[in-house]
């Protein structure tokens, strides 16, 4: 039971373009989401993290936005660049009953063409 | 440099024969836990630890143990490998659980 799911395998766009990667969730208890982005030969690192009392958030050229009610949450990549190609993952938790269990996606290739 | 340090990178042993991968954080984390990846699986926590001498199973725990006598270290033990546990192995460790996680570089094993 998969119950947090990258249904997109890959992504390519361009340089300088949005990429928007997706992700939904079954499990109604998360409440904190996260996003971490991995090059190969390296061991994933954090990115951007949303809690369910909030529908967006911002760092720079990374957003994550949150709808609850879909249970769905994606991150865009505001200008694209290659140095963003990479695997990226979305996680959640269920914070406020067991913030241990950490429950990733299969992930997403990203691949920004110069 | 706060780093988390897994050991070996590569690793490949035979059916039955015990192993170890180890763990070391030198950030005074409380939280620390092992990930495998593997491919349309995404990671999957394997187990975790609160604290030191506090240990729970993750979402895949068959065939693995693990132990936190100390803070800084979170060995990986695989009693008797078989070869559905090929993958790649990653350990992490954060502040307190629902912080983010850090990641050390992975641990190739495949088991022949």
């Known amino acids: 039971d998969q119950q947090v799911k990258q249904n997109s395998p890959s992504l390519s766009v361009q340089e300088g373009r949005i990429s928007i990667l997706n992700c939904d969730y079954t499990n109604s208890m998360f409440d904190y989401f996260l996003w971490y982005k991995k090059y190969p030969a390296e061991g994933p690192t954090f990115l951007i993290s949303i809690s369910s009392i909030k529908d967006k958030n911002e760092d720079g050229r990374f957003t994550v936005f949150l709808n609850k009610s879909a249970k769905h949450l994606s991150l865009h990549i505001v200008p694209s660049q290659p140095g963003d190609s990479a695997v990226y993952f979305c996680a959640a938790t269920p914070l406020r009953t067991s913030g241990s269990r950490l429950t990733f996606g299969e992930g997403t290739q990203l691949t920004v063409n110069p | 440099e706060a780093q988390v340090t897994q050991n070996p990178r590569y690793l490949i042993t035979v059916t039955g024969k015990k192993l170890t991968v180890t763990c070391s954080q030198n950030?005074?984390?409380?939280?620390m836990s092992w990930y495998r990846q593997d491919p349309g699986l995404g990671l999957r926590q394997i187990y975790y630890?609160?604290?030191?001498?506090?240990?729970d199973k993750g979402d895949v725990p068959e065939g693995y143990k693990v132990s936190r006598k100390e803070k800084r270290n979170f060995p990986l033990i695989l009693e008797s490998p078989s070869p559905n546990q090929t993958s790649l192995y990653f350990c992490?460790?954060?502040?307190?659980?629902?912080?983010?996680?850090?990641f050390g570089s992975g641990t190739q094993l495949s088991v022949l």
């Open positions: 950030m005074n984390h409380e939280y």
């Open positions: 992490a460790s954060s502040l307190r659980s629902y912080e983010k996680l850090f």
């Open positions: 630890s609160m604290n030191v001498e506090v240990t």
